[in-house]
């Protein structure tokens, strides 16, 4: 255990809200940080109107709080994040892919889960399963899957495969075939009378 990952022991809450974002680990730290204040300010500022035992009364209740929630996280304390979930997704991404090439469809989806459970955030691993969606017909899932991605940080530098497999799935539900398109075709972006005459040439 790093010396600084073991200072978060040092308040109640700390090592699971700063080492993992933890709702919970940021609702005890708030709780003993009133406890805390409390404890002070009717020790050393309002001593006069609080009674020596009710002062006494929250200094316990605060190092009971304190003792209790050190001894719950050291004895559970967040593992580190290292580069070996990273080597394990990249595993299970690899074999995804193979999966997929291959048309295994059940292989790639199941290891593109277990990827995504180890990495929530690879936005590589969920475009390849959303496109894996669309290519087993399972448009509503798939465009679901697209749009929950578009809309998060691991979406940004895929926006544009995002927005090429939006169309094929329009296409799809046109009971069209997208796998037939060109891979890289670009949709023009005509406008006005282009955009008519090119719509009257497709009809």
Do not use: C, N
């Amino acid at each position: 255990m790093g010396l600084a990952r073991s200072l978060t022991l040092v308040w109640p809450g700390l090592p699971w809200l700063w080492l993992r974002g933890s709702v919970g680990g940021l609702v005890l730290a708030l709780a003993f940080a009133v406890l805390l204040d409390m404890a002070i300010v009717t020790t050393w500022i309002w001593s006069e109107l609080v009674g020596l035992q009710v002062s006494i009364g929250i200094w316990t209740a605060a190092i009971a709080v304190w003792i209790v929630a050190t001894a719950s996280a050291a004895s559970s304390f967040p593992a580190p994040i290292s580069g070996e979930p990273d080597a394990a997704v990249d595993t299970l991404f690899v074999k995804a892919r193979d999966a997929y090439l291959a048309h295994d469809w059940l292989t790639a989806e199941t290891r593109l889960k277990a990827a995504l459970a180890l990495a929530p955030t690879d936005g590589e691993a969920q475009l390849l399963l959303a496109t894996l969606l669309r290519r087993v017909g399972r448009t509503a899932e798939a465009k679901r899957a697209l749009e929950q991605l578009s809309r998060s940080d691991s979406g940004a530098a895929w926006q544009a495969a995002i927005a090429r497999e939006l169309v094929l799935l329009e296409h799809s539900g046109r009971d069209e075939q997208p796998e037939q398109q060109p891979r890289d075709a670009v949709i023009p972006m005509a406008s006005g009378g282009s955009a008519e005459a090119s719509t009257e040439k497709a009809a």
